[in-house]
């Protein structure tokens, strides 16, 4: 049928993903639009498997354009040293930064990111940054990124600089790190409900906690075994 694409033919298959390539870079170069960008950055990565090329596009959507998408991107480029890109932390956490403000389908993971890099010190001055971690924590949970909730749980478990220890805020989040899917979130609140920590110690709360934390174990196997198939 004519317009359709016979995916068995190498070259017009090849010819297809060319001309669509070409639509991606007039759309971030001449039209300007970011999302046409990020949508250039993700041939270039996914199809053309050129990183080099997908790195310039990505510093020109976040630096120029603030899209959220390609500053998450940029950020994960920087961890790794991908692409020619600096490998350097600092960088990293600027450009996660970005995209948590920017907001968009990767802003919670990028506010998480953000988090972890200021928690353990890596990419801030003077090392670990308890209250920026919670800040960026705090707003990932609440966007229901369920590692957040469980780090800021495990901060108010354990205490640290700035932050004492609170075993009914560590309660409430893992409690909703739980909610969110969160196996060791379940764990956690298993176990405090069981002991009395951060509440009233509850038997029939602790019993239900600790079968959903049995359940999200066993879906996750289930989902290990289907990809390895």
């Known amino acids: 049928m004519a317009g359709l694409i016979n995916f068995e033919d190498e070259k017009e298959v090849k010819q297809y993903l060319d001309n669509i390539g070409v639509e991606f870079s007039y759309q971030c170069y001449k039209e300007k639009d970011p ?28 630096e120029t354009n603030k899209h959220g998408e390609s500053c998450y991107k940029l950020g994960a480029y920087h ?3 991908k692409g020619g890109v600096a490998e350097d932390l600092k960088k990293a956490y600027s450009c996660f930064m970005m995209a948590c403000s920017a907001g968009g389908k990767k802003s919670m993971d990028a506010c998480h990111n953000v988090g972890i890099l200021a928690h353990d010190g890596r990419a801030v001055e003077n090392g670990p940054d308890p209250t920026t971690a919670r800040q960026y924590y705090e707003k990932a949970c609440t966007g229901g990124f369920a590692p957040s909730c469980f780090n800021l749980s ?50 029939k709360k602790a019993e239900q906690l600790k079968n959903r934390a049995k359940e999200l174990h066993f879906q996750e196997k289930e989902r290990q075994l289907k990809f390895g198939e």
């Not at 050129?50 to 020109?60: C, D, G, H, I, R």
């Open 154 to 203: 495990a901060m108010f478990i354990e205490g640290v600089p700035g932050l004492s220890k609170d075993m009914g805020l560590a309660l409430k989040y893992a409690t909703r790190a739980c909610e969110l899917g969160h196996v060791w979130g379940c764990a956690n609140a298993s176990r405090m409900y069981k002991l009395g920590d951060g509440a009233v110690a509850d038997e």
């Open 79 to 81: 961890i790794q040293g």
């Open 35 to 62: 999302e046409g960008c990020q949508r250039l950055a993700d041939y270039m990565e996914g199809v053309k498997k050129n990183f080099e090329s997908t790195a310039q596009v990505l510093k020109l959507n976040c």
